[in-house]
């Protein structure tokens, strides 16, 4: 269910995009810049998301069931107070921000208008992920994922009201995803509260140690989720330098690569319940076992993909755009990136892992390596050497070497805890 969810919400973002096309040009510059911090959202409530997953699930695999509710509840404190801090520091500052992503000062008037909105609706949706990350810790699996499918129907089913008939533009895209983020969020936490996965009750004796550990998975996950946004602002940077027709390209193409890896981040988000609560009952076999599976079946389907958004490359692209330019560079992204999924899912995955099993600077070590000596590094290269398509090419090799540290760093991690666990490394 949770691969249904987001494959509905990827598609309403690829939906989203193709109502904004219509547009402008200038509308698809701003969403593009958008999406970079957008980025910077999404790694704080995946941050906190991991803190809850590990900790809750852990504590419940160890039958911890009303400490598991409390940590919850203090999962949902810290969260609001963050990403409140965070999205209204990005609304001051929202001009220099997108100067920096290399945005013409022509866009600060559209910019405004959307953001407004738009940080709303990525504060309403950040919390509304905690409370998805907290039901996964329980087991409760088919809420988050039907909730998901009911946001995506509503915000695909707004989006022409509000942009089109209300005339309110590229802003009614946002006021669209706020009304539907709402709606999510009523029934998340209402389920949270109505089946007592969340207590009110303050546990004074446990307050201290669960403060502290989310505090440690929190920290370095958030560290770990920063490297994703970071990325994105560099490389939308780097591409702003070909015109506002290849950011645009950019913008689209970010839409159809997190439908492509849909499946990798249904699987980060399903496995560390399953790997936190085999942790707590000490069977790290089967933890090995499944990490396997998942990485195989990724690499499988991420393959499969690739060669079918290859053959389909130039219908997609006119689909998107009927921009003679951005249709050419959506086609040369199209023929080089999708098949390094492959490898950067099974990236993704051992960083999920890790930070399921406790190990967040593990996972913090492979996403610092992933941008600093696998991606940037080949992406800058490729750009310097065959301009826009060459940073195509750099991207494609930096996911592809980004898989093989990640796997290396986490078998050695994994290796390390066995040896904790038995007193001696398990072979893998």
């Known amino acids: 269910m949770a691969y249904v969810g987001l494959f509905s919400i990827m598609g309403s973002q690829l939906i989203d995009s193709i109502f904004i096309a219509k547009l402008g040009a200038d509308p698809l510059a701003v969403v593009a810049f958008s999406i970079a911090i957008f980025q910077v959202v999404v790694g704080v409530q995946v941050g906190l998301g991991i803190a809850a997953t590990a900790t809750i699930s852990t504590a419940l695999g ?58 709303l609706s990525c504060w309403i949706g950040a919390l509304l992920y905690i409370g998805y990350s907290i039901c996964r810790a329980h087991n409760e ?48 936490f209402y389920t949270l509260i109505k089946r007592k996965l969340i207590t009110f009750e303050v546990i004074n004796n446990r307050t201290e140690q669960a403060v502290q550990a989310i505090a440690k998975m929190m920290a370095p996950a958030l560290l770990s989720q920063f490297i994703p946004p970071i990325s994105a602002m560099i490389v939308t940077a780097l591409i702003a330098a070909y015109g506002g027709f290849a950011v645009a390209a ?65 219908p997609l692209a006119h689909a998107l755009s009927e921009n003679s330019a951005i249709v050419l560079n959506l086609i040369d992204y199209f023929a080089f990136v999708p098949l390094s999924y492959a490898a950067l899912g099974v990236c993704m995955i051992t960083v999920s892992v890790c930070n399921a099993l406790g190990f967040p600077t593990t996972a913090l070590f492979i996403s610092i390596l992933r941008l600093f000596l696998c991606y940037l590094p080949l992406l800058w290269l490729g750009s310097h050497f065959y301009g826009l ?20 760093l986490f078998k050695q991690q994994y290796n390390r805890l066995t040896m904790q666990f038995s007193g001696h490394s398990i072979a893998v």
């Open 250 to 314: 950019w913008g689209l193409a970010n839409r159809i690569e997190y439908i492509a890896i849909i499946l990798i981040l249904a699987l980060t988000m399903a496995l560390p319940p399953i790997v936190g609560n085999l942790k707590g009952r000490g069977e790290l076999k089967q933890i090995m076992s499944v990490v396997k599976l998942a990485c195989g079946f990724v690499i499988g389907v991420q393959i499969l993909l690739a060669v079918i958004i290859y053959a389909l490359a130039n």
């Open 62 to 119: 160890e039958n911890k069931l009303n400490y598991a509710r409390y940590l919850g509840n203090l999962i949902i404190v810290i969260g609001t107070l963050v990403v409140t801090i965070l999205c209204v520091g990005l609304w001051f500052f929202q001009q220099p921000i997108i100067l920096i992503l290399g945005a013409s000062s022509s866009l600060f008037e559209l910019t405004a208008l959307y953001w407004l909105p738009w940080l």
């Open 389 to 408: 398509t060459g940073l195509f090419i750099g991207m494609a090799c930096g996911n592809t070497l980004s898989g093989i540290v990640g796997w290396q």
């Open 141 to 188: 699996t088919l809420l988050p994922g039907r909730v998901m499918v009911l946001t995506s129907v509503l915000n695909i089913a707004l989006d022409p009201l509000f942009m089109f008939t209300f005339n309110m533009g590229l802003a009614g895209a946002a006021w669209a995803a706020c009304i539907a983020f709402l709606t999510g969020f009523i029934v998340i």
